[in-house]
Structures are given as C-alpha cells and as structure tokens.
C-alpha cells in the first residue's frame, strides 16, 4: 500500500492507495496520523478513493483513530470511498458515527463545520 500525506490551512490529508489489512501498512495509516497529532492538527481527511480492500484490522485501526482524534477535538473525515471499501464501512456501522463525504463540495462543508 502507498500513503501519501500533504498539509493544508492546519489539515492533514493522508491519501491511502492499494489495501488496507497487513500490520506494516496498518502502523504506517497510524504513525502518519500521530504525527499530525503532535503537530496539533487535528483535522485529518483519509482520501479512500484509491483504497481498494480493507478488512476487520483496517477498520479497527479507522475506529481507534476516529476516537483518537475525536478526544482532541479534532475531525476525521473519509473522503471518497471506492464503492467496495464505502459497502463494507456501510455493513459495519462506520457510516453512523464517522463522517464519509463522496465529494470536494461535501469534504469543505465537513472541514468547515
């Protein structure tokens, strides 16, 4: 998997492509979001549109993070699911307490709340 981070107006994005499931990829989506965290960003959007697969590990690690972050006062924001990866955060609940935005119009609307 490749992960790709950048920074703007005190945001964090972390583009997440390939699969999410084995440990090594798992820490690196974590490491990068600690270092936000330090930094004091607090908002972080998780670009999934070219996230392929995620299993019970990558949701796990989405859900710590999400309470991680949501204990800092901060947001996290899945931003474009791929239609496989949206269907099984929709099956397993995610949709109801995290916020998934589908566009660039949804994404500023979210950051701006």
């Known amino acids: 998997m490749e992960i790709s981070c950048s920074t703007s107006e005190n ?3 972390i583009a997440l492509i390939g699969q999410l499931w084995q440990k090594d990829d798992l820490v690196a989506v974590d490491d990068a979001v600690e270092k936000y965290l330090k930094q004091k960003i607090t908002n972080i959007v998780l670009d999934i549109d070219r996230l392929s697969f995620i299993n019970s590990a990558g949701l796990g690690l ?5 309470s991680k972050i949501t204990e800092q006062n901060g947001k996290l924001i899945l931003f474009n699911p791929h239609s496989s990866v949206l269907e099984v955060m929709v099956i397993s609940g995610f949709d109801l307490f995290m916020t998934i935005v589908k566009t660039q119009d949804e994404l500023n609307a979210a950051l701006n709340k």
């Open 62 to 66: 989405l859900a710590r993070t999400h």
């Open 11 to 13: 945001t964090g994005y």
